[in-house]
């Protein structure tokens, strides 16, 4: 049986990366897609590709830093397909940099999307799911979500936040029908890297040593809508974000070299200017 035949799902961060992923493998398992994104020209290329290959796919322009927007799109989406079926919320952006270089500017712009933008994703969805009486919010946070993550720490306390409010709704929102799902992928080959800001050093030195094998957007869509598919909890992928959170959980201290190599890697290539 396909959960998604026939549903009507909005994705955030939908104009590329995995949310563009999520899209394209939503549409081609028969879902009428939403692919919202800032980028409207970008989400309107993935819809126009989904529909070149036959699926239902419409673009929307949407700011998930603010509420009123996700607000507005929701309450758009369910006038006119009678209802929200699945709400992933993808949407979000990084800075690479070390704390004592990163300013209260960069910290308000990773927390006002990749975390505020899930906040306000899941509490639009939420209020309709509710009234349906059924629904599924899934939530993409990160390893970054589950471990600590030295040199881009805005990202990783947006997504232990993401962690946080993910883990606390699915009990309080299954008395309701709906269900809530938490997605932590590792390395991904997503524009998450090439368009982080990074703070005193140079982007190419920086992504030269991102330590694991990245996985293709399309596969780790595949994974994720099968979790999803499921009701699952948690998904985690790929192997090396399993292996690091089966560590931290066994004993945080043995993540220790780890992380003080990565430290070490990024003090390299740092700059004063």
Not at 167 to 189: I, K, Q
Not at 266 to 273: A, D, I, K, Q, S
């Amino acid at each position: 049986m396909n959960p998604y035949e026939q549903k009507v799902a909005v994705v955030t961060g939908g104009a590329g990366g995995l949310g563009g992923a999520l899209c394209a493998a939503l549409a081609e398992r028969g879902a009428v897609v939403i692919v919202a994104d800032l980028d409207e020209a970008g989400a309107e290329c993935v819809a126009l590709e989904a529909r070149e290959r036959r699926g239902r796919a419409e673009a929307c322009r949407v700011d998930v830093a603010r509420a009123d927007e996700l607000d507005t799109l929701v309450d758009e989406v369910v006038a006119r397909h009678g209802r929200l079926d699945y709400m992933f919320n993808v949407a979000g952006v990084a800075v690479i940099g070390e704390v004592r270089d990163i300013t209260s500017v960069h910290w308000r712009a990773v927390l006002d999307v990749s975390l505020m933008g899930v906040v306000n994703g899941t509490t639009s969805a939420y209020r309709v799911m509710r009234a349906q009486g059924e629904g599924h919010i899934v939530n993409v946070a990160s390893l970054a979500g589950l471990i600590p993550f030295p040199t881009a720490a805005p990202y990783a306390a947006a997504k232990h936040a993401v962690v946080g409010l993910t883990s606390s709704l699915r009990p309080e929102a299954a008395g309701f029908g709906v269900r809530v799902t938490l997605v932590c992928p590792g390395f991904l080959e997503t524009g998450l890297y090439d368009a982080a800001t990074v703070v005193r050093a140079r982007r190419d030195q920086v992504l030269r040593w991102l330590p694991f094998r990245r996985m293709t957007p399309d596969r780790a869509a595949a994974v994720t809508l099968a979790g999803v598919a499921r009701n699952r909890r948690l998904i985690v992928f790929p192997r090396h974000a399993r292996l690091l959170w089966a560590l931290g959980r066994l004993h945080p201290r043995l993540l220790d070299p780890f992380l003080a190599k990565a430290v070490r890697r990024f003090r390299r290539v740092r700059t004063e200017e």
